[in-house]
């Protein structure tokens, strides 16, 4: 069965709205695969692809997975706060950190063409469960 690439699309939009976590394309391509046992990696990555470029997904580069974008389209980079206990992602727009990096680049004769700003760290459940005093 040949799927079309919105459709495509839409199912792993389904696949990772359902998750706490973010998901590698290869977790994506197991769950779809139950349904779809022929899908190739090629269709997944193409899929998320332009998920990424219409602002509808996240590309987490430092674990090389994807989350569902949690804010409306933004023209501004995300900041993404990663939970490094339970793999949480926390979403937050700041124009005056584009900026400040922005400005960083330019000073070194950088020309910055997209901006991927992830901080990994607890979140405040697990620092919480950690028992702090």
Same mark, same amino acid.
């Not at 020309?111 to 459940?125: D, F, K, M, N, Q």
């Given at each position: 069965?040949?799927?079309?690439?919105?459709?495509?699309?839409?199912? /792993?939009?389904?696949?990772?709205?359902?998750?706490?976590? =973010?998901?590698?394309?290869?977790?994506?391509?197991? #769950?779809?695969? +139950?349904? !779809? =046992?022929?899908?190739?990696? %090629?269709? /997944?990555?193409?899929?998320?692809?332009?998920?990424?470029?219409?602002? +509808?997904?996240?590309?987490?580069?430092?674990?090389?997975?994807? %989350?569902?974008?949690?804010?409306?389209?933004? +023209?501004?980079? =995300?900041?993404?706060?990663?939970?490094?206990?339970?793999?949480?992602?926390?979403?937050?727009?700041?124009?005056?950190?584009?900026?400040?990096?922005?400005? #960083?680049?330019?000073?070194?004769?950088?020309? =910055? !063409?997209?901006?991927? #700003?992830?901080?990994?760290? %607890?979140?405040?459940?697990?620092?919480?469960?950690?028992?702090?005093?």
């Amino acid at each position: 069965m040949r799927v079309k690439g919105e459709e495509m699309q839409e199912r /792993i939009l389904g696949v990772l709205s359902g998750r706490e976590t =973010p998901a590698s394309a290869y977790d994506v391509l197991d #769950i779809l695969r +139950r349904e !779809t =046992p022929k899908l190739a990696p %090629t269709t /997944i990555y193409r899929a998320l692809a332009a998920l990424v470029e219409r602002g +509808r997904v996240h590309r987490l580069e430092s674990l090389n997975a994807y %989350t569902v974008c949690q804010g409306e389209a933004h +023209r501004d980079a =995300p900041v993404l706060a990663i939970c490094d206990d339970c793999g949480s992602v926390a979403e937050a727009v700041s124009r005056d950190v584009l900026g400040a990096l922005s400005g #960083i680049a330019r000073q070194s004769g950088f020309s =910055p !063409t997209r901006h991927v #700003i992830e901080l990994h760290g %607890t979140c405040a459940t697990c620092e919480d469960a950690g028992g702090r005093a």
